[in-house]
């Protein structure tokens, strides 16, 4: 036996007397014998779960569930508990912080949760839990809403089923930014183990069901009073939490009930209907879409497991078949993100629309969503920011009155969620294609308004997933080693290492290409899986594009098709691995 085994082997022999988890010990234990035995995939394994301490970022903690510091256990969550307590505690110059702490349905988030509350309890600090698993918005809101110093979201959001997670927000009810998560994570490593914390027995509140019933309450004042709605929805939350609170919204606010998809409408950990619960991937809303074939809905809307992102389905008969007569398709976020961007612009232009913070209303999108909310905020005279990627930050816009990013996430109500919510983000699409419908239109008739007006602008991304953490820096470096000067048969026009605070926007690991064309390339890491994403947009004018051709938008879409093609096939060639 080497060195190297031997001391991995102490290791896990040490956690496993430190784990306060009879069903973690015991898997640990599983595999220590077979590492002992020789069994080498058995010793990588081990080897993996003490690679390192699962780290601690913006994002806060999310990996796979299962023993050791690089997984997602009590121990791990014992520490964050205590490492969050400490600095609020030193932050603030009090002992009796109060942090109210939410859970979705996943497996042992409701075990995390309560480990989290018995830690602050015993700090001296008070610890509110929602009564029940329930949205991760729903969460973001308690916080304000019982003037919390912080809130634990324990979830996982999208990723799959082996999964969980640990997400925090500060007093305001933003997410947490840099430094606080350094900070946080320093906090975390003063405390080496869990036999180091202590735990009180009980202590803690669970907050009655009024919390939600005020979320609601909310969500609902959120829309316009007495708007259109007469509006026919079909609804999956793909097995997540989002179900119950989002259908008695819906009815509250007095639209029809949505139709749910029977077979994932109850929250459940295995997520069985579905091979990854993201509404992204190809196949998540399959049987909603077969759903809406059978009742023939005005719209689709989906949940992702915590309900913080929604997406929607619309039909489009550019799309028809003789199997789909309706044409139904997904649209893609930023199709979504500008259709209720034009509903904030909308109500800016009667006086309806406010800034959070009581000024001028502001819309705001990340830098790897589409450059069209900030071209129609300009039309209209309403201010506008690009942000860096995540809701921490578009969240924080000064007077934000609706922002958004391209992975599905809208805030449409930021007094209601400092952060993306997908139940408010759905009461409102579903209160624009009511008002549509009054109009004999549809979603996809104002999207065609909307690019006849703009411009057309078409988008797309891919990403380079990697089998190891350590491949993501090399591809960074490579791509800013030897800066592409020309991209397909398009020169870059200007380059961006925003790493460097390049465009405008703070530090950030990341590139930006912007083609002669206007078309736009950004490539970064992925803030929480193991891939390098890259985003794409190409901008065509809806005008004389195509002499003789009737349909000029027709044209303009395929010609952004064409760029966006050519672009992506470049962009594969200059990050393959």
Sequence with gaps: MTTDTAHLLDQARAWIADDPDEVTRAELESVVAAAESGDAAALDDLADRFRGLLAFGTAGLRGELGAGPNRMNRVVVLRAAAGLTRYLQTLLGKRDVTVVIGYDARTNSDVFAADTAAVVTAAGGRALVLPRPLATPVLAFAIRYVGADAGVMVTASHNPPQDNGYKVYLGDGSQIVPPADAEIAAAIDTFPSAASIERAEDGWETLGDDLEADYRDACVASITPGGPRDVAVVHTALHGVGSTTLLAAFEQAGFARPTPVASQEQPDPRFPTVSFPNPEEPGAIDAALDLAREVRPDIVIASDPD???????????????????????????????????????????????????????????????????????????????????????????????????????????????????????????????????????????????????????????????????????????????????????????????????????????????????????????????????????????????????????????????????????????????
């Design 307 to 577: 309900a913080d992102r929604c997406a929607v389905a619309a039909p489009d008969p550019r799309c028809a078949s003789a199997e789909d007569p309706q044409g139904w398709r997904m649209l893609r976020g930023d199709e979504v993100g500008v259709l209720l961007g034009q509903r904030a612009l909308d109500l800016a232009a009667t006086g309806a629309l406010h800034g959070v913070d009581g000024g001028a209303p502001v819309l705001a999108n990340s830098i790897v969503s589409s450059r069209q909310l900030g071209a129609m905020a300009a039309d209209a005279g309403v201010a506008h920011v690009e942000t860096l990627t995540g809701f921490k930050w578009i969240a924080r816009v000064p007077d934000i009155a609706y922002g958004y990013e391209e992975a599905l996430g809208y805030c449409t109500a930021p007094s209601v969620a400092r952060d993306k919510d997908g139940i408010s983000a759905g009461l409102a699409v579903a209160e624009l294609a009511a008002g549509l419908k009054a109009e004999g239109r549809t979603l996809v008739d104002l999207l065609d308004d909307l690019a006849r007006r703009h411009g057309v602008y078409a988008s797309d991304s891919f990403s380079i997933r990697v089998a190891e953490l350590a491949q993501i820096p090399a591809i960074m470096a490579a791509l800013r080693e030897r800066p592409a000067t020309q991209i397909g048969d398009v020169v870059v026009a200007q380059f961006h290492d925003l790493a460097l605070g390049d465009g405008g926007l703070p530090p950030t690991d990341g590139l930006r290409y912007l083609l002669a064309d206007g078309t736009r390339v950004i490539v970064r890491p992925s803030g929480t899986e193991p891939k390098v994403k890259v985003y794409l947009e190409a901008i065509v004018p809806v005008d004389d594009l195509a002499p003789g051709v009737d349909d000029a938008l027709a044209a303009a879409r395929a010609e952004a098709a064409r760029r966006l093609a050519a672009t992506r096939r470049a962009m594969e060639e200059l990050t393959a691995l």
